[in-house]
């Protein structure tokens, strides 16, 4: 999967990481939980769900991001592999 930064959701989400590093996270939240109602594709629902999912505070509602970031990243056009170094 390739990350386009000129991708107006990804860009959300970048924003959304500076403020998370500022120690802003209500507006980081916010940023991604924007970029989440205006994404329109598989690709942008997973990303914008897997950082909601960081975003919450109690593990229940992260597995619930993470559980729907899963499925959007199984149904998206884009192969998504991990590569793990021994």
């Not at 991001?65 to 592999?81: D, G, H, N, V």
Request: proline fraction near 2%; aromatic fraction near 10%; charged fraction near 25%.
């Amino acid at each position: 999967m390739e990350f386009d930064p000129k991708n107006p959701i990804v860009r959300l989400c970048l924003q959304a990481m500076d403020n998370e590093e500022a120690g802003k996270t209500a507006e980081a939240r916010e940023l991604f939980l924007e970029a989440w109602n205006q994404a329109d594709n598989d690709s942008e629902k997973f990303i914008s769900a897997h950082y909601l999912a960081r975003q919450q505070e109690s593990v229940a509602a992260k597995l619930e991001w993470l559980e729907t970031a899963l499925q959007f990243a199984s149904a998206s056009r884009y192969a998504i592999s991990v590569s793990v170094e021994s």
